[in-house]
């Protein structure tokens, strides 16, 4: 099944919209079975039952995050999706859970049977955590005033 750019458009916008509603199921609808998701740590998981429970508690306890979308592009014919967002959510970042965050980053997404066969995130390495800008680091964050 090869998706149109048109119908690509509203299924990408539908799903960002079951995210924003902390929808799991509504999210997992979109994804293929045999799934391969990394995301910006560089953790790899392989197929949808492996993905829905690894993401079951984030969406239990989600502290109303939110992605806003910036951009998307639609290689109809590669069936290839580049999406650009922002997060806006509590940080789980040490010495910073629980305060206001902002990340951004993209997903590219490879579309099988219609469904996201493959998805890899890439994040900034920089985020915002209330009016800080905050380096990501192994070793521990580095704050620098906006």
């Given at each position: 099944?090869?998706?149109?750019?048109?119908?690509?458009?509203?299924m990408?916008?539908?799903?960002?919209?079951?995210?924003?509603?902390?929808?799991?199921?509504?999210?997992?609808?979109?994804?293929?079975?045999?799934?391969?998701?990394?995301?910006?740590?560089?953790?790899?998981?392989?197929?949808?039952?492996?993905?829905?429970?690894?993401?079951?508690?984030?969406?239990?306890?989600?502290?109303?995050?939110?992605?806003?979308?910036?951009?998307?592009?639609?290689?109809?014919?590669?069936?290839?999706?580049?999406?650009?967002?922002?997060?806006?959510?509590?940080?789980?970042?040490?010495?910073?859970?629980?305060?206001?965050?902002i990340?951004?980053?993209?997903?590219?997404?490879?579309?099988?049977?219609?469904?996201?066969?493959?998805?890899?995130?890439?994040?900034?390495?920089?985020?915002?955590?209330?009016?800080?800008?905050?380096?990501?680091?192994?070793?521990?964050?580095?704050?620098f005033?906006?």
């Amino acid at each position: 099944m090869i998706l149109l750019r048109n119908e690509i458009l509203p299924m990408i916008k539908e799903w960002i919209n079951h995210w924003n509603g902390h929808n799991l199921n509504g999210v997992m609808e979109f994804i293929h079975e045999d799934v391969i998701f990394e995301d910006w740590t560089g953790d790899v998981v392989k197929g949808k039952n492996n993905l829905q429970r690894l993401w079951v508690l984030w969406f239990i306890n989600h502290g109303n995050f939110k992605f806003n979308t910036e951009d998307i592009f639609v290689d109809e014919k590669e069936q290839k999706i580049l999406l650009s967002w922002t997060l806006h959510w509590p940080s789980l970042e040490n010495g910073f859970k629980g305060r206001p965050e902002i990340r951004r980053g993209v997903d590219v997404l490879h579309l099988l049977e219609g469904k996201i066969y493959k998805k890899f995130t890439y994040s900034k390495t920089t985020i915002q955590i209330d009016k800080f800008q905050v380096l990501l680091s192994e070793q521990k964050s580095i704050i620098f005033a906006q």
